[in-house]
């Protein structure tokens, strides 16, 4: 019995050594370990020895045990390390070298001004808020003043979901003013709201046009809004974003749900009033439209235009992205390209 105990060991410490794979391995741990083993019978079999036999079969088979189980430790540490080499290509892994960094990513250019912008509201005490993109016709024209057939329909080209004829059609909001409709919906005055979101036009792409945008509305209202409080909210806010000493101005302009409705333009940073190519010669960026809320908009959300009053804006994120960034086409936005996103 002794005897063959050794002969066992030393059988499998041979193969152990012959072994190359962590599967063969496996193979003769289940041989020479497993419950099914000669070693494992051997030792079952103790108990049917004489109690003097017994203490040293007992000790010899003990051994002969902890020397294969360490032995194959020993074996499977090796195996399993040069499987790693082999997986790293055969070199030897150096422990030492410092651990590849990983990329950090960042936010997109675009999110870093909708962030930027909603910051500098959030100062003057404007809530941030977002909507639906998917909108009713009510919402994105009829209840801003602009029902079906009239022309103001075709300052928007629109992406319908149902027919247009139906005016309960749904259609991708072609800007974010239907917002000021539903926030005045749901709030009473005082309100002061920016929207950014997403917004969609049925138009071919070039350099300055996309199908799909983002835009920053927002609306105020409340007992005494004046002219003048939309002036001062709006130039401040142009400065804030593009320097405390650029040029602001204010012009008239046509939207369908204001009254009296306008458009804000900065100096051109570029040519400083002189006339180039970015500012088409007018020494004047355009940046937002906006406008004292009509009091039938009002008036249709709830609201006495008789004692409230109130103004609305809205802007174009990426053209402001683009004018503060010298970008020179709307497409590298959303082209996935990390040579244009990492440089924000
Ligand atoms: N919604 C208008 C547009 O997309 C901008 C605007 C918003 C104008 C609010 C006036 C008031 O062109």
């Not at 950014?196 to 350099?207: F, K, W």
């Not at 053209?319 to 709307?330: E, K, N």
């Amino acid at each position: 019995m002794a005897d063959e105990l050794d002969v066992l060991e030393s059988a499998a410490l041979a193969e152990l050594r012959e072994l190359q794979t962590l599967s063969q391995l496996e193979a003769w741990r289940v041989r020479y370990l497993g419950k099914k083993s000669t070693l494992t019978s051997a030792l079952r079999a103790l108990s049917a020895l004489p109690p003097e036999q017994r203490r040293t079969a007992g000790a010899h088979s003990n051994a002969v045990k902890a020397s294969l189980q360490s032995e194959y430790e020993a074996r499977k540490q090796e195996l399993s390390l040069s499987t790693i080499g082999e997986s790293i290509g055969g070199a030897c892994l150096d422990v030492t070298l410092p651990g590849r960094a990983l990329p950090i990513g960042r936010l997109h250019p675009i999110t870093q001004v909708i962030q930027e912008i909603c910051s500098v509201f959030a100062r003057m005490g404007f809530q941030v808020i977002d909507g639906p993109e998917v909108e009713w016709d009510y919402y994105n024209f009829e209840a801003l003043n602009i029902p079906q057939d009239h022309p103001a329909r075709d300052m928007f080209a629109t992406l319908w979901l149902d027919s247009s004829e139906d005016r309960n059609a749904r259609l991708l909001r072609t800007h974010t003013s239907p917002m000021q409709i539903r926030i005045m919906e749901e709030h009473r005055p005082p309100l002061r709201f920016v929207v950014p979101g997403r917004t969609y036009r049925y138009e071919a792409t070039d350099a300055t046009h996309d199908w799909m945008f983002h835009q920053v509305e927002g609306l105020a209202v409340d007992s005494d809004i004046t002219l003048r409080d939309l002036k001062e909210t709006l130039f401040e806010f142009c400065r804030s974003i593009f320097g405390r000493d650029t040029g602001v101005r204010f012009r008239c302009d046509y939207f369908p749900f204001v009254e009296p409705g306008g458009e804000i333009a900065i100096e051109c940073f570029q040519c400083r009033g002189g006339g180039c190519r970015l500012c088409g010669s007018t020494g004047w960026l355009e940046i937002l439209g906006t406008g004292m809320v009509h009091p039938d908009v009002l008036a249709r959300c709830g609201i006495d235009p008789s004692v409230y009053s109130g103004f609305a804006f809205g802007m174009g994120v990426e053209r402001i992205t683009i004018l503060r960034y010298g970008v020179d086409d709307i497409r590298h936005f959303y082209s996935g390209d990390f040579r244009f996103l990492r440089q924000f």
